[in-house]
């Protein structure tokens, strides 16, 4: 039987790629000055990816184009010794440490990346799982190749995840109402050295807290450039998070932001607020999400230190789990 996305989660997989939903909480400095993240959006373009068999057999890997290749488990260190071997152009690695036990802790990964300079985009994903790349318990997901594009480098990126999925990341818990909890980063030439990339990167709540993340980001020698961490337990999320702002599907799962419940202006920073009274008259929204999460943005322009700046990155590792 051929597979149809849900109304509700094809909204969300748009959303995320059209840049449609009011306020995504990048706001690097080099991008937050534009305006609004739309100017830098995902357009929903894709370049086709290779799909490999799974990790236990034997694949051949692509010379120069992008691929996907799952791992048993969350061993970094081996996956990156796989990658170092074949070469592989700054992989992003998707790891879920959930033990097997059972159904409804699967990941579904939604990332990808727009190309400033060709203003085209791509996206980590198989072709079968609604623009989402699945991730299941225990077990590690290396992309790579996605971003070598000849060429100086210009990509802006996100990544979010959902869980209680299955594998064809249907009946997400959220899925309706993305996006979620990101990961952001900015990767480019580094202006005047056209041999050395860049990276800026940061995790966000503004759009609401829906996943604990711990994100490094390596340099050549696999040294931490740069690392952030989001652990709340649903304890502290229930005592926390306003009931108003509770993000629940039967259970709760996470904590809204203000701009999410609301999707008033003065929240999002958008509109009227952004263009005819500036961001400065945009008033700090969502404490109670910088409390539970000091490492992430909690509203558009919260700064306070949470953007790292990374010289010759050589991998990224992010580690997602949900809130429990």
């Given amino acids: 039987m051929q597979f149809h996305m849900t109304a509700a989660l094809a909204a969300a997989v748009m959303a995320f790629f059209a840049g449609q939903a009011q306020a995504q909480g990048a706001y690097l400095e080099s991008i937050r000055h534009s305006g609004n993240w739309d100017k830098h959006n995902l357009?929903?373009?894709?370049?086709?990816?290779?799909?490999l068999k799974p990790a236990e057999e034997t694949v051949e890997i692509p010379k120069d184009g992008p691929f996907?290749?799952?791992f048993?488990?969350?061993?970094?260190?081996e996956i990156m010794r796989f990658a170092e071997q074949h070469n592989v152009d700054l992989p992003f690695v998707f790891s879920n440490p959930a033990p097997n036990k059972g159904k409804g802790e699967g990941m579904c990964v939604l990332a990808g990346a727009s190309n400033l300079n060709q203003d085209?985009?791509?996206?980590?994903?198989?072709?079968?799982?609604?623009?989402?790349?699945?991730?299941?318990?225990?077990?590690s997901a290396l992309c790579g190749n996605f971003l070598n594009a000849p060429g100086k480098k210009s990509y802006n990126g996100r990544v979010q995840v959902m869980f209680g999925c299955n594998e064809k990341c249907e009946k997400c818990a959220g899925a309706g109402e993305a996006k979620h909890t990101l990961f952001e980063w900015?990767?480019?030439t580094k202006p005047g050295h056209e041999d050395v990339e860049e990276m800026y990167s940061n995790l966000s709540n503004v759009d609401g807290y829906s996943a604990n993340a711990n994100v490094t980001v390596y340099n050549k020698t696999m040294g931490a450039l740069s690392f952030r961490n989001i652990n709340a337990t649903l304890d502290q999320v229930k005592k926390v998070c306003p009931r108003s702002?509770?993000?629940k599907e039967g259970n709760v799962f996470g904590c809204k932001s203000d701009c999410k419940l609301t999707g008033m202006e003065k929240h999002c920073c958008?509109?009227?607020?952004?263009?005819r009274f500036g961001p400065k008259a945009c008033r700090e929204s969502s404490?109670?999400?910088?409390?539970?999460?000091?490492?992430?943005?909690?509203?558009?322009y919260g700064d306070n230190g949470v953007v790292d700046y990374n010289g010759a990155p050589k991998a990224v590792h992010a580690i997602f789990t949900p809130i429990n």
Avoid: H
């Avoid at 791509?122 to 225990?138: A, C, H, I, W």
């Avoid at 404490?287 to 909690?298: G, M, R, T």
């Fill in 43 to 51: 357009k929903g373009e894709t370049t086709p990816v290779m799909l």
């Fill in 68 to 70: 996907i290749k799952t």
């Fill in 72 to 77: 048993n488990g969350t061993n970094f260190k």
């Fill in 120 to 139: 085209t985009s791509v996206s980590f994903k198989r072709e079968d799982t609604n623009g989402m790349l699945y991730v299941p318990q225990n077990t």
């Fill in 186 to 188: 900015m990767y480019q």
């Fill in 245 to 247: 702002n509770l993000w």
């Fill in 270 to 275: 958008v509109g009227e607020w952004a263009e």
């Fill in 287 to 300: 404490n109670f999400l910088a409390e539970l999460c000091p490492d992430a943005y909690s509203w558009p």
